[in-house]
């Protein structure tokens, strides 16, 4: 384990079972149709890399880009900072995200995402925190429901770092508090 971590919440192996049940049940739900995954920059890379090569279904990747976090906190104010390449009028869409914690970036991608006329339009995501929920959103697939940790790993970041974990873990209280940063 890193030595940032105070504990291993999902293991590798962990992940990689959760993800190729994931991909069975989306696998079966969208046979024989094209799906558009749309990744959620930068915490869904990981997920979704995996998650798309688990599908079976003919699929296409485009990206968007938020802003609502800065550091541990929640600002709670969403931007675009990338918009998809692609069209998605008249597609089966699958917003794939790495965390969903107090809704409130699904929401407004699900509101954004919406009026462009999709065939359909469902949420994937990793990490289920319910417990800070502030907007309800209705999430089709989750991978996993954790409780009320700040965690990093497989995608998800403190500061920048950590991403490259192969696993999810929580952070040290102490590195949050010393605001740790890479240069
Ligand atoms: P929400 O808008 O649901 O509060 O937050 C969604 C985004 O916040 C996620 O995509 C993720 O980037 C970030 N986030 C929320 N909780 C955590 C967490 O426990 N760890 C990390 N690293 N990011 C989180």
Request: charged fraction near 30%.
């Amino acid at each position: 384990m890193h030595k940032d971590l105070q504990e291993v919440l999902i293991s590798t192996e962990e992940l990689s079972a959760g993800i190729e049940k994931l991909g069975e049940k989306i696998s079966a739900d969208y046979e024989g149709r094209c799906l558009t995954l749309v990744g959620v920059l930068k915490g869904s890379v990981f997920f979704l890399t995996d998650l798309a090569r688990r599908v079976t279904s003919d699929v296409r990747l485009d990206f968007m880009m938020l802003s609502s976090y800065s550091g541990e906190r929640s600002t709670g104010v969403v931007r675009i900072l990338l918009d998809l390449k692609e069209s998605i009028e008249g597609s089966d869409v699958l917003i794939v995200e790495d965390i969903v914690d107090s809704g409130l970036t699904m929401s407004y991608m699900l509101q954004n995402l919406g009026t462009r006329r999709p065939r359909s339009l469902e949420v994937c995501t990793l990490l289920d925190k319910p417990s800070r929920r502030r907007a309800e959103v209705p999430i089709k697939y989750t991978g996993f429901t954790i409780p009320d940790k700040f965690v990093v790993g497989y995608g998800l970041d403190y500061n920048g770092i950590y991403r490259n974990l192969p696993y999810v873990g929580v952070l040290k209280r102490e590195i949050i508090e010393g605001n740790k940063t890479c240069r």
